[in-house]
């Protein structure tokens, strides 16, 4: 799909992944958003956490443990109030399981949906990743944003894409991780609400 022909899908899901800026594209985004003065609500890797190529990583030195395959982020912060989500709990250092912190995204996701019930001009999710495969993490935001008729952009991981695919029931366009096809997006579909 062409970047002009986008304005009609309400969801830019950028195609993430290990070795992918997705999540620096995403947050740098959120920032320009959020500088321009649009209502962006949402919560995304933190600028000082990106360009760091771990995210969707399996973990690494400073994890405290873990696996190849579990995503890893070290925290989310809330675009609107700026409040931070801990990603990981210390499990101790011989731990080889995964530790994400499923409490805290719960929270994230609470705060994000509060933030939706009012409306916003745009949420932006740092991802669609395994845990919202598996109907946690972040899906009730995902949820909410969608059932508020409100645009999202997001990145979607490779190993949660036909979950996504069925979830977003062509309300989506898949996107490079590139600024420029999320530039492309926001321009068409912005545009088209300042129409409406």
């Not at 195609?15 to 800026?21: A, H, N």
């Not at 405290?64 to 990603?87: F, K, N, P, Q, W």
């Not at 972040?138 to 991981?157: D, E, K, N």
């Amino acid at each position: 799909m062409s970047f002009e022909s986008n304005q009609s899908m309400p969801i830019a899901a950028l195609r993430g992944g290990p070795g992918t800026p997705a999540a620096d594209v995403l947050t740098a985004f959120a920032l320009r958003r959020k500088a321009e003065g649009v209502d962006i609500v949402g919560v995304i890797v933190p600028p000082e956490d990106t360009g760091r190529g771990h995210h969707g990583h399996g973990h690494g030195a400073g994890h405290g443990g873990g696996h190849e395959g579990c995503e890893c982020r070290s925290e989310l912060v809330d675009i609107a109030t700026g409040d931070r989500y801990a990603m990981h709990q210390d499990l101790g250092s011989g731990s080889q399981a995964c530790n994400l912190n499923s409490s805290s995204l719960a929270l994230a996701a609470g705060a994000v949906e509060r933030a939706v019930a009012r409306k916003p001009a745009l949420v932006v999710l740092s991802r669609f990743g395994g845990q919202e495969a598996v109907r946690g993490g972040l899906m009730s935001a995902f949820q909410a944003a969608i059932a508020a008729g409100v645009p999202v952009a997001c990145v979607v991981t490779p190993k949660a894409e036909d979950v996504w695919n069925d979830f977003a029931q062509g309300l989506s366009v898949s996107l490079p991780p590139e600024a420029e096809a999320l530039e492309a997006w926001w321009r068409d579909h912005a545009l088209g609400r300042n129409a409406a």
